[in-house]
């Protein structure tokens, strides 16, 4: 009975955990993505410049990644050559550059609502281009859901009160970058066996994306708060704002090490609508019942879309367990008949 309790305390332990990374996870996410609103939003804080508060996250994520790295040794950094990092962390950094400057834009003429669902095409995204640069193999099954997808974001975009083409252009190309990011991750430095934690990620990334954010903000934003003599940051707010950026970093190395990619890619739909319903209750957005029922048909599609890769990491999984045991299973076989002549060898001898 002792051993059985120890096992359950242990299990219930596992489970409490998981739910605790994945509460963190929401939290943070939830808060920088209310934050980020509340800055840009010209009805709230209003600081409507997207690049500057980019620049700022950048810059303190790049201090505390080098402080961690090289002072802290919390994280050993990769070998990585200047070759390599050329060829594959500048063209991550500059796509990261583009997808948060446009993805922060975006929070000047969307709601937050509304932002939520158009995420919801990440998936299509992802898809599309890992097909396109034949990362991934088209199945007209997997693009059937894609085009599912798609068709619940548009209802849901029919039906936005406050529709703006431009934030909704900002926040598709958003998407696309992120989409190309993720998946020249995948064929830059996976397939060439560099793994990043989130912390050397901001120690390779986040310099790059700086350097890449200071071009469009030297000619876009830095002649307005010159000219306007308003370029005097609220530290305390723009400290607490940035922190809370380096923790959700953090925060997703703790979730996905700690259980799956899987389980965030479930919290965050989770943590969407819970942001749809934030926005409708506190920030007094707008959401209609067509708005509802598009983002739920997306819904529907993505929840599909996680359960078949879970099929197909089950699938995979249980392949790698057979190959395993049919390679155990055929070195048993060999050792025994490498026994049985050896026995039969001995035998002769003896007869001899």
């Not at 922060?104 to 599309?128: E, G, R």
């Not at 990043?196 to 990620?201: D, F, K, Q």
Request: aromatic share 12%; hydrophobic share 50%; net charge positive.
């Amino acid at each position: 009975m002792g051993k059985g309790g120890s096992l359950s305390e242990g299990l219930v332990r596992k489970i409490v955990l998981s739910y605790t990374y994945v509460a963190v996870w929401i939290f943070l996410s939830f808060t920088v993505i209310v934050y980020n609103k509340y800055i840009l939003d010209r009805k709230l804080y209003n600081w409507p410049f997207p690049i500057s508060l980019t620049l700022f996250h950048m810059s303190f994520c790049s201090a505390l990644a080098f402080f961690l790295v090289k002072v802290l040794k919390v994280v050993e950094p990769v070998a990585m050559s200047r070759d390599l990092y050329l060829s594959s962390v500048v063209p991550i950094g500059a796509l990261y550059a583009l997808s948060l400057w446009l993805s922060n834009s975006a929070y000047i003429f969307l709601s937050v609502s509304f932002i939520q669902m158009l995420k919801a095409l990440m998936p299509v995204a992802v898809y599309s281009i890992g097909v396109l640069l034949k990362r991934d193999a088209f199945k007209s099954q997997t693009m059937l859901n894609m085009v599912s997808i798609s068709l619940g974001v548009a209802v849901a975009a029919y039906g936005e009160a406050k529709f703006d083409a431009w934030g909704v252009a900002l926040q598709l190309g958003a998407v696309a970058f992120e989409a190309t990011r993720l998946v020249l991750i995948q064929i830059l430095l996976t397939s060439k066996g560099i793994q990043l934690n989130p912390i050397t990620s901001l120690y390779y990334v986040a310099p790059c994306c700086l350097v890449f954010l200071l071009v469009p903000w030297v000619f876009v934003e830095y002649p307005v708060l010159a000219e306007a003599s308003s370029f005097r940051p609220d530290f305390v707010v723009f400290g607490t704002n940035a922190l809370c950026a380096f923790a959700l970093n953090l925060a997703v190395f703790l979730l996905v090490g700690k259980t799956s990619a899987l389980t965030m890619n479930v919290a965050g739909v989770v943590k969407d609508w819970l942001l749809i319903a934030f926005s409708w209750s506190v920030i007094k957005d707008t959401v209609t019942p067509v708005n509802l029922f598009g983002y739920g048909l997306a819904f529907l599609g993505v929840a599909y879309y996680n359960h078949s890769k879970l099929q197909g990491l089950k699938a995979k999984e249980a392949q790698k367990k057979a190959a395993a045991q049919a390679g155990e299973g055929e070195a048993r076989r060999l050792l025994e008949q490498r026994d049985g002549e050896g026995s039969m060898g001995e035998k002769r001898d003896s007869q001899a």
